[in-house]
């Protein structure tokens, strides 16, 4: 049943991809689409971000995880180094749960 579920999901990412490529010809898109079109990644990575630092399950993450994430991000921001950034959003999640603030 499961392997069954990978190839069918492995044959429908094929195809999807194949087809983005035999009809890149045939399909014409607006300027307008066309100055949208490479947002939609950052968009779609915008969103999955904020869905991982806000929600944990289907219930809400508490305070500890946004505030590490606003510090990682405040820190990336400023253009600190990589490691600082991680261990400082780690940190700051860490103590606020070591404190009780879930």
Avoid: N
């Avoid at 195809?15 to 045939?26: F, K, N, Y």
């Avoid at 994430?69 to 180094?81: D, F, T």
């Avoid at 860490?94 to 603030?101: D, E, F, P």
């Amino acid at each position: 049943m499961l392997l069954t579920a990978i190839l069918i999901l492995g044959a429908g990412t094929y195809t999807m991809r194949l087809g983005g490529v035999l009809l890149r010809e045939r399909l014409t898109l607006s300027p307008g689409l066309q100055r949208l079109l490479p947002m939609a990644a950052a968009a779609l990575l915008a969103a999955l971000a904020g869905t991982a630092t806000l929600m944990a399950g289907s219930g809400f993450a508490g305070v500890a995880r946004p505030a590490g994430v606003a510090v990682g991000a405040l820190l990336a921001w400023r253009k600190a180094p990589f490691v600082v950034v991680v261990v400082a959003a780690a940190a700051v999640a860490a103590l606020l749960r070591l404190a009780g603030v879930d």
